[in-house]
């Protein structure tokens, strides 16, 4: 399984890639339906408070993709609330199989 980060705007450092990681890790051994994962971390101009944007893509096999984009204060943030916004659309298709 493939889990592709792509930072926008800005470096990554290995400790956000191991954070980010190590979250989709969970993800994937509560739902085994997943067939990919794309995480792209933007830095929103300009310098505000809430500029950290993380979108989640997550390719389903024989259905469509499912998405998700948060905006907070820090890149875990983000990406905590994007995945949580991921979970409920993920039970509905483990619930159709």
Known sequence: MEVQIKA????????LSA???????KLLRRFDAIGGVEVNLTLVKPETARNKEAGVKLA?????????????????????LSLA?????LEKVKDRK
């Open 8 to 15: 926008i705007h800005f470096d990554i450092s290995e400790k």
């Open 19 to 25: 954070f980010v990681n190590k979250k989709i890790e």
């Open 60 to 80: 389903i096999p024989g259905g469509a993709d499912l998405f998700a984009s948060k905006t907070a204060d820090t890149f875990e943030e983000a990406v905590d």
């Open 85 to 89: 916004a991921l979970e409920p659309q």
